[in-house]
Nanobody
Framework: QVQLVESGGGLVQAGGSLRLSCAAS????????MGWFRQAPGKERELIGA????????YYADSVRGRFTISTDNAKNTVYLQMNSLQPEDKAVYYC??????????????????????WGRGALVTVSS
């Protein structure tokens, strides 16, 4: 069974940076697209960005484009989320996800009957003002 485990969350001051990691175990996900999502208290889960493993196709939400970057290390079966210029509104639980079709990652939070193969358990990011 495939598992995704996020790490690297924590407390950071506004304007600071954090890098989240998402490590896959169980089997390789080299053919899977990877995505990052977040859910703030009282809000719906939202997509931050998604990428194919090769990086040939990427997507970022407008709210994070230019500040956040997704990268992958296929040898380590790990995907990263580099977050710069963090603001208090970025406080949320951050989740990674894996899915063969990048399209499903992009629309899972906005379309019905769309599923993602694997979700991580989440990592809390808190940004102090």
């Amino acid at each position: 069974q495939v598992q995704l485990v996020e790490s690297g969350g924590g407390l950071v001051q506004a304007g600071g940076s954090l890098r989240l990691s998402c490590a896959a175990s169980g089997r390789t996900l080299s053919s899977y697209a990877m995505g990052w999502f977040r859910q703030a208290p009282g809000k719906e889960r939202e997509l931050i960005g998604a990428t194919t493993r090769s990086g040939s196709s990427t997507y970022y939400a407008d709210s994070v484009r230019g500040r956040f970057t997704i990268s992958t290390d296929n040898a380590k079966n790990t995907v990263y989320l580099q977050m710069n210029s963090l603001q208090p509104e970025d406080k949320a639980v951050y989740y990674c996800a894996a899915e063969p079709k990048i399209h499903n990652l992009v629309v899972v939070t906005t379309e019905k009957d769309v599923n993602v193969a694997v979700w991580g358990r989440g990592a809390l990011v808190t940004v102090s003002s």
